[in-house]
């Protein structure tokens, strides 16, 4: 067996990088495409971190069995790889937004076809890209999210501030409907507790027996009886 090129090894070698490395990869015909449309299709993948190369299938297909990345069956033809690696500025790339650049491409180029690819090591037909391409980018998701997040809480802050004034408002018709709030009585200490003092006086004399009337008239006789008895020794002393 002939031994490869050191040029072959190298492209292998960054052939098989690259899938390892790449969240995804979308295998491209790029038959009858022009230079200039070519370039045109790298500058749109190269701000959301992807990359269009083209090598030979022979390589490619030896990179992907090292890599145990499974694109053989879509390796015929002029072939090109459109990886979603990192942006210019070292952000990673966005594999919606690659899949979006593709199929836009391809409406405005009907030369590039989509064949497959993979993602994060799952195999990818043509309409797993397409459906892909659909899901909105990574930012409008984002801010999606976060709006879901943010409208409980605000509904959860409008509610708390709701049911302090709901009191208020119902305890205000309470006292509305009951004629207004009562007013406060005024401080009067000494006439309360003197006729506190009355009311239980009375209530005591009450509870109590009256006296009757043998009772009433023996109290006179007696003291006439003590007045006859003191009186009469000191007469008879006298006439002594």
Do not use: C, W
């Not at 459109?82 to 952000?91: L, N, R, S």
């Not at 799952?122 to 879901?148: M, S, Y």
């Not at 009256?210 to 008895?229: F, G, K, Q, R, S």
């Amino acid at each position: 067996m002939e031994n490869p090129r050191p040029e072959k090894v190298a492209v292998v070698e960054e052939v098989e990088k690259r899938l390892t490395d790449a969240e995804s990869v979308v295998v491209t015909e790029y038959r009858g495409l022009t230079v200039d449309q070519l370039a045109q299709l790298r500058g749109a993948l190269r701000p959301v971190g992807g990359s269009y190369k083209i090598y030979k299938n022979t390589l490619v297909r030896r990179a992907a069995s090292q890599a145990d990345v499974d694109i053989a069956e879509h390796l015929t033809g002029p072939t090109a790889l459109a990886f979603t690696e990192t942006t210019p500025d070292g952000a990673p790339g966005d594999v919606v937004t690659v899949a979006k650049t593709l199929r836009d491409f391809a409406k405005d180029n009907p030369e590039l076809v989509i064949k497959g690819g993979v993602y994060e090591g799952n195999a990818l037909t043509q309409e797993d890209i397409q459906a892909l391409a659909d899901v909105e980018p990574r930012e409008v998701l984002l801010a999606k999210f976060a709006g879901l997040l943010q409208a409980p809480m605000s509904q959860f802050a409008r509610l708390l501030q709701a049911v302090p004034q709901n009191f208020a408002y119902g305890l205000q018709a309470l006292i509305d409907e009951q004629g207004g709030a009562p007013e406060a009585p005024a401080d009067e200490p000494e006439p309360e507790a003197t006729a506190d003092a009355t009311e239980t006086d009375a209530a005591e004399a009450s509870t109590e027996d009256p006296p009757n009337d043998a009772e009433v008239a023996a109290e006179p006789a007696a003291d006439a009886d003590e007045t006859e008895t003191t009186d009469a020794p000191e007469t008879e002393s006298e006439e002594a």
